[in-house]
Structure formats: C-alpha cells, structure tokens
C-alpha cells in the first residue's frame, strides 16, 4: 500500500476545497516548488488515489429533493434488479447494504409528485424486489465527494 505524507494531504485538501486550483496556487500556499505540486498530484491520479471530476449541484436543475431508498430483493433476481436501478436517472448512489436491506440507493427529484411516481410505478415495476423503505433526506449536510482520510492516514 502506497503511503502518503503531510504534502500530499495539504494538497489533497485543498483540492478537495477547489479543484480547479492551478499547481502554481497550491505551491505557493504550501510554499514549496509548482514541480514538486504537478508531480506529487500527477502521481495522486495514475495511482487512482484522486481524480478529477466535475461535482454537479443537483439544486441548480432543480432536483432539491433527495431520498435515501432500502430495497430487499429476490435473491434470484437481484443481479438484474441492481442493473436496472443503476440505469435510472434519478438515482444518484447504488451501494449493496448489510443488514435486513440488500441495497441502499440515493435517488434526487425535482418535486414530491416525481418521487412518488418513481416509487408507486418505476421501482415497483422492476422485477425482484419484495419490499423498499425510503427516507427522506431534508439535508446533505456532508457528501460522499467531502470526504477525507483521517490524518492518521498519513505519515508524519
């Protein structure tokens, strides 16, 4: 496993604040050379431990209402039913769950009307699944995208 110092959390931190950062801006926060930025977050990438990518604000489409939804399958069917529930447009998040759920998915809509038709007739139309429970979510208060390793990640 690679190891990662304090450089490489400054950068990852700030990165995580603004990704659009120039390698310039960061080594002059960090005081250090813009070389030793662009191959310290160069390294980061090719070994998947960062990626750059754009983070959409679902509110700025007017998806302002998200629900965390638990379903429990069939378990003949499940594969199947994963696949579909991936392919919705309206789901955010799939992750396979431990416990009395199978799945945990996070799915956005614009209005109540449009959450309750996709789960009265889209969810329930796909094959397998025995049961759901869905949870509204009023606010994020910290998305997946937010998260850092703890410090004792890295070396002193």
Known sequence: MATFDKLDK???HLLNRDGRLSSSAIARQLQVTE???????????????IRPVAVV??????YTLAV????????????QAIETITTMPEVS????????????????FKNSSDLHIF??????????????RTVLVPRIIKDAYQWLPPDEAFDA
């Open 10 to 12: 400054a950068i990852i």
């Open 35 to 49: 070389r030793t930025v662009r191959n310290r977050i160069k390294r980061l990438t090719e070994s998947g431990v």
């Open 57 to 62: 604000n679902p509110a700025a489409f007017g």
């Open 68 to 79: 965390d939804i638990f379903c429990e399958f069939d378990a003949a069917s499940a594969n």
């Open 93 to 108: 998040y799939v992750a396979y769950a431990a416990g009395d759920q199978d799945i945990s998915l996070q799915a956005m």
């Open 119 to 132: 789960i009265t007739s889209k969810l329930r139309q796909v094959p397998g699944i025995r049961h759901t």
